[in-house]
């Protein structure tokens, strides 16, 4: 069954912008889920970019501060990653991400993953 669906990647230029969706099923979102968006650059380990909790809390990684920013729709139980001033460094595989409790059993939850290139 698949939780997380991501949309929104691409082929951008440097300084561009581009909006990353992730819409979760209903079974796994909640106010108390906390939602993130990762990345993973090709060689490298999978990183944390942005987390946003049901109280609107969020957290950046020092390399996106002032240029992502991640919201949440909970009504359309949708996260989202709008990334600015775009820079060939943040070519890589972003993943959408759950973190929540499900019949009292923490559980995380992967998006497929959609790829963005920066690039001119």
């Known amino acids: 069954q698949v939780y997380l669906v991501e949309s929104g990647g691409g082929l951008v230029q440097p300084g561009g912008s581009v909006r990353l969706s992730c819409t979760a099923s209903?079974?796994?979102?909640?106010?108390?889920?906390?939602m993130g968006w990762y990345r993973q650059i090709p060689g490298k380990q999978r990183e944390l970019v942005a987390t946003?909790?049901?109280?609107?809390?969020?957290t950046y990684a020092d390399f996106v501060k002032g240029r992502f920013t991640i919201s949440r729709d909970a009504v359309n139980t949708a996260t989202f990653l709008q990334m600015n001033d775009l820079k060939p460094d943040d070519t890589a595989v972003y993943y959408c991400?759950?973190?929540?409790?499900?019949?009292?059993?923490?559980?995380?939850?992967w998006g497929q993953g959609t790829p963005v290139t920066v690039s001119s």
């Open positions: 209903r079974e796994i979102f909640s106010i108390s889920t906390v």
């Open positions: 946003a909790t049901g109280g609107d809390e969020t």
């Open positions: 991400h759950a973190d929540t409790v499900l019949f009292g059993t923490p559980r995380e939850f």
